[in-house]
């Protein structure tokens, strides 16, 4: 059977600050078996470079049969609202987490909250285990938030995981996500990508290789990150780079 290219969009950056979280996350094409899909979408910050990016590699905004949302915070499905794919799919239990306004409760403040009307005609759940395509599997990942998921390929030996796991760093020394759902949850959800597949596409990192409990090491280069400050009058603007 065919494989499934599998495409970044954005590459997820990992990366926070005192102002709060920059929300640079993953978007990645899975395309094969007469299917493209996309899993999750990036926020307004990344609009023109996920534009650039799916051009670049041939997509447009129409090109998506499914677009599915790890999870229902706005730096990974804030841009579904330019998508006119007629399948959003969004786990059952984080359906129920918006819908029922469970995130209020748990003090969720990613949640954008207009966007819950918006997109709430479109959503399609889906449960776990659930085959939104030949040999791609729904994988609950709950912690970060309840309805937490990622998408499983079994015969490609991937985990594409939203923020269930968040950046290598956070996985090899076992700190979970920050958790709007369980704790215990959150770690259980790390191990059973570490023990399920050996290729990790995390919600705000770089792929990377895992060996049992441990990584190896990642599997795709940087891609360069300049931030520019200007906060002087009598100096030029002061370019910071990020890397390694």
Not at 75 to 80: F, L, Q, S, V
Not at 99 to 112: I, K, M, T, W, Y
Request: net charge negative; proline share 9%; hydrophobic share 35%.
């Amino acid at each position: 059977m065919d494989q499934y290219t599998i495409i970044p969009i954005l590459e997820g950056v990992p990366i926070t600050s005192n102002r709060g979280a920059l929300g640079w996350s993953s978007s990645t094409v899975i395309q094969g078996r007469g299917r493209t899909i996309l899993l999750d979408t990036g926020s307004y910050s990344d609009r023109s470079l996920f534009l650039s990016n799916l051009a670049n590699h041939g997509f447009g905004p129409d090109s998506f049969d499914t677009v599915v949302l790890s999870h229902f915070h706005y730096d990974h499905m804030i841009n579904a609202e330019i998508l006119p794919a007629k399948r959003l799919l969004l786990s059952r239990a984080e359906q129920e987490y918006i819908l029922s306004e469970q995130f209020r409760q748990a003090e969720d403040n990613f949640v954008p909250l207009a966007h819950i009307s918006l997109l709430a005609p479109r959503l399609c759940p889906v449960r776990d285990g659930q085959e939104i395509a030949p040999g791609i599997q729904v994988l609950y990942l709950p912690g970060h938030t309840p309805g937490s998921m990622g998408l499983w390929i079994p015969d490609q030996d991937v985990i594409l995981t939203g923020d269930a796991v968040k950046n290598l760093s956070d996985f090899v020394n076992h700190t979970p996500p920050p958790c709007f759902g369980s704790r215990i949850d959150a770690l259980a959800s790390m191990h059973k990508v570490s023990c399920l597949a050996s290729k990790v596409i995390p919600g705000h990192d770089r792929p990377f290789h895992v060996q049992g409990d441990k990584t190896s090491h990642f599997l795709s280069k940087p891609s360069p990150v300049e931030l520019t400050l200007s906060n002087r009058s009598d100096c030029p603007p002061r370019v910071i780079s990020l890397g390694p």
